[in-house]
């Protein structure tokens, strides 16, 4: 099997990220305090949180414009320009006045992660703001094939956004957090996490098979989300869909950083069902991509070349170990 996901264009709406990397050694402790010492190697940036998912999806071959708020200060400008040289269209970006440009700093050392230091404000986006980027997805709703919302709970996911790009009549998947779970109805395609997915259905005891199996199909109702995926991290995913609920499993592999993995399951399920693959196909493909992203450091770009050459070793492995329960 070969994947090829062109000419498809898509919106990712979302709170944006600059991330940086501070790699370095450690030789001896800080006489100040019983700190390791990091000598500086290495300062690397990256697009984070929404913006990374855009690069995601370019990476693969969509088309894509970003959708999110950035403040006016260098960071941000810093990080409209990384996406502007990977291609992206970040012509529905709003710049917010008082509100700084989000950053994580993530200082490692011998491969391990030491700290990391987070820069922002997660208040609402002012309603000017709101009304920007609204105006802005209402003009470009005719010339894509799917929204995709990427919610970190910073502050830009917001009832009024979700309702306008609920009015566009485009597909629309997301990837949540549980503050705005109650956005998330009548939509198709809904991916949280096994955490997140215990947290919104306030499930605070172990689950066992069965029980994720109905509490996914009675979630999913409630919603009403066409489909419903639930990452279950080295377990794989579960796919529930109105006719079924199945488990796909991972295939193992060498975990370097889980960075970036969820971004990279809604990122390649989008644009696998965008494509016409088959709900067990994409979420196949999914799994690929997410078992290929935690073996790189930080939340890094596959190609579909990467994809297919895993595929080539995988796709029967897990297709034949996939069950499914029949509603």
Do not use: W
Request: contains cysteine.
């Amino acid at each position: 099997m070969k994947v090829s996901f062109e000419n498809k264009a898509v919106v990712v709406v979302g709170d944006l990220i600059l991330d940086e990397y501070i790699e370095g050694k450690v030789e001896r402790i800080s006489p100040e305090a019983p700190v390791p010492v990091v000598e500086l190697l290495k300062d690397e940036h990256k697009p984070g949180g929404a913006a990374n998912v855009a690069v995601l999806l370019k990476t693969l071959g969509a088309e894509v414009k970003l959708a999110g708020v950035v403040g006016e200060d260098e960071r941000g400008e810093f990080l409209l320009d990384l996406l502007r040289e990977r291609g992206i269209d970040t012509s529905l970006v709003v710049k917010e006045k008082e509100r700084p440009t989000t950053v994580k700093t993530r200082i490692i050392a011998r491969a391990q992660h030491i700290v990391r230091l987070d820069r922002e404000i997660k208040k609402p986006v002012a309603e000017d703001t709101q009304k920007r980027v609204i105006k802005k997805l209402l003009d470009v709703h005719s010339s894509i094939d799917a929204v995709l919302i990427e919610d970190y709970d910073k502050g830009f996911i917001t009832g009024d956004i979700v309702n306008a790009i609920k009015s566009m009549n485009n597909p629309i998947y997301v990837d949540p957090k549980i503050k705005n779970i109650p956005f998330y109805t009548d939509i198709h395609v809904l991916k949280p996490n096994f955490s997140e997915f215990k947290a919104a259905i306030g499930y605070l005891k172990d689950m066992d098979e069965d029980t994720l199996y109905n509490e996914a199909k009675r979630f999913r109702k409630a919603q009403n989300v066409e489909i419903l995926i639930i990452t279950l991290g080295e377990k794989g995913m579960l796919v529930c869909t109105e006719e079924k609920v199945c488990h796909i499993p991972a295939i193992k592999r060498e975990v370097f950083d889980v960075t970036g993995a969820g971004d990279m399951v809604i990122s390649a399920f989008t644009l696998s069902d965008l494509a016409g693959y088959d709900l067990l196909d994409a979420a196949v493909i999914a799994s690929v991509a997410a078992g290929i992203e935690v073996t790189k450091l930080g939340a890094t770009p596959i190609t579909v070349h990467e994809i297919n050459a895993v595929l080539g070793d995988e796709y029967h492995k897990i297709k034949e170990h996939i069950r499914c329960n029949i509603s």
